[in-house]
């Protein structure tokens, strides 16, 4: 099974690491009934494999999205950075916002990379909680960027 889920994952470290908490979701679960238990933990480990990479890719997207801002554009208008800064404050404040446990699985989801499962594992939850926790802070991040409340704009002026 191991090697299954490194020949996806491409890491034998986090291979074992992800059988690992195969193995702990597969014992902490209530008995079930499993005609086929070798296929049913085979097709567990290569979603969990899947479940790895996409959380990975996202990652590594979000890292060049930090990335590129990172960089200095000629291009860039100062009212286009002012407006940019104003989402970032507005961020900042909807994050303040929200509740201490949803704020700390936000942070360390985003801030310290780490996968909802040991999210879950270290603060005691279901991985179904982390996700909902995480879905309310990326809620208020949004609505925090969509409300135009910049003090460059007149009441009443459309955007465009």
């Known amino acids: 099974m191991e090697a299954l889920v490194s020949r996806r994952v491409g890491c034998r470290a986090t291979a074992s690491d992800l059988v690992q908490d195969l193995f702990l979701r597969f014992w902490r ?5 499993v005609e086929a238990l070798d296929t049913y933990l085979l097709r567990s480990a290569s979603n969990l494999a899947i479940d790895y990479l996409r959380s990975e890719g996202s990652r590594d997207r979000a890292a ?3 990335h590129d801002l ?16 104003h989402d970032l404050q507005r961020i900042e404040a909807a994050l303040r916002a929200l509740p201490e446990r949803t704020r700390q699985i936000f942070l ?3 801030i310290h ?4 499962g040991e999210i879950a594992k270290a603060m005691q939850l279901s ?18 960027v969509a409300e135009p409340a910049s003090p460059l704009r007149r009441p009443g002026s459309a955007r465009r």
């Open 29 to 33: 679960r209530p008995e079930v009934k």
């Open 64 to 66: 060049e999205g930090l």
């Open 70 to 85: 990172d960089e200095p554009q000629g291009s860039q208008l100062p009212e286009q950075a002012l407006e940019v800064d």
């Open 108 to 110: 360390l989801n985003r």
């Open 113 to 116: 990379g780490c996968t909802y």
């Open 127 to 144: 991985q179904s909680a982390v996700e909902k926790h995480m879905m309310r802070a990326l809620e208020a991040c949004k609505a925090s």
